[in-house]
């Protein structure tokens, strides 16, 4: 067996000849240790309600638990309303998904996530894809 880490032509000083490879196009995303930890997601606001919003990952010893959270108004600004969040499978918070004006359209901001983007483990998309933001 050829191992993957093997480079082209290494494995062409053996018998076997490469005639077709293929490889599998893996998402970059630089918190997916937390999100391959979510078991659950609870969203405060159904799809029709919320366009866009923000979302927070939380990571860490005493930052993720539920009742602390709502306690400490889940550790963001107390002008921000929290509208979801997702759980591991021990009931620790791992996002928190926030919305600053109550509006339908939401929070229009370069770092807005699409609603109905929010899936259990993968990453949200973000409203503007594009690296530059142009207020609205």
Request: aromatic letters at 12%; hydrophobic letters at 30%.
């Amino acid at each position: 067996m050829i191992s993957m880490y093997h480079t082209e032509k290494e494995m062409t000083r053996t018998k076997f000849k490469i005639a077709q490879r293929q490889t599998k196009k893996v998402e970059v995303h630089k918190n997916w240790n937390i999100l391959n930890k979510e078991h659950a997601v609870t969203l405060f606001k159904d799809k029709k309600e919320l366009k866009y919003c923000r979302e927070y990952y939380r990571d860490g010893v005493g930052v993720r638990k539920l009742a602390k959270l709502i306690e400490n108004n889940w550790n963001i600004g107390d002008d921000m309303e929290v509208v979801g969040y997702s759980e591991d499978c021990q009931g620790k918070v791992l996002r928190i998904f926030a919305n600053k004006y109550d509006t339908i359209d939401g929070d229009d901001v370069s770092e807005s996530i699409l609603w109905e983007s929010i899936t259990i483990g993968q990453p949200s998309k973000l409203k503007y894809s594009n690296k530059e933001f142009y207020y609205s």
